[in-house]
């Protein structure tokens, strides 16, 4: 198989150890997927593309598009697990600096406030209505947060 251009070696080598090479080209991902129904991404397109090498990470918006709901992965017969290899080339594209604005806003939003989403006077009223204590993320969870997103490396990518 072609060596995959995804812009980083690290992601070639894990790429190129999953069986993309065992698609059969069936499209029994594609009939299942959400986003492909609604003119969103065709996993199987990203698939043969991505084996062929000329996937363009740095600019392919529809990685974007998939709802990872796995059902692609589901689907699959031949164990390719397209769910997860559309995942990694989404790490891929973010990691050069393809990534929605929206994607980013949340990112940031999370790795200051350990939330995807604000807290606002809305959420404190809703929670209270519902008998809920108020959003607090403790010191230690953030601490945790701050090793995990070291680890994933979230916090080297480029969100502006
Ligand atoms: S369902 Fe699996 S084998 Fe079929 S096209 Fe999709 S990835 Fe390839
Ligand atoms: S995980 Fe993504 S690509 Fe797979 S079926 Fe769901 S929306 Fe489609």
């Keep these: 198989m072609k060596a995959l251009r995804t812009g980083t070696a690290e992601l070639d080598r894990v790429l190129e150890e999953r069986p993309i090479w065992k698609c059969q080209q069936c499209g029994l991902c594609s009939g299942i997927c959400p986003s492909e129904k609604a003119g969103g991404i065709r996993p199987i397109d ?8 000329v996937l363009e990470l740095d600019r392919e918006r529809s990685l974007w598009l998939c709802a990872v709901c796995n059902s692609c992965t589901e689907r699959c017969q031949m ?43 809305m959420t404190k009223k809703l929670r209270k209505d519902l008998g809920l204590d108020d959003l607090a993320i403790p010191p230690e969870t953030m601490l945790e947060l701050a090793l995990l997103i070291k680890r994933t490396r979230l916090g080297e990518l480029r969100l502006d």
């Design 46 to 53: 990203i698939l043969t593309r991505a084996s062929l090498g």
């Design 79 to 121: 164990g390719v697990d397209p769910a997860e290899v559309i995942a990694l080339l989404r790490g891929g594209a973010a990691g050069l600096g393809n990534i929605p604005k929206h994607f980013s806003e949340e990112a940031k939003l999370f790795i200051r406030s350990g939330l995807s989403f604000p807290n606002t006077g």
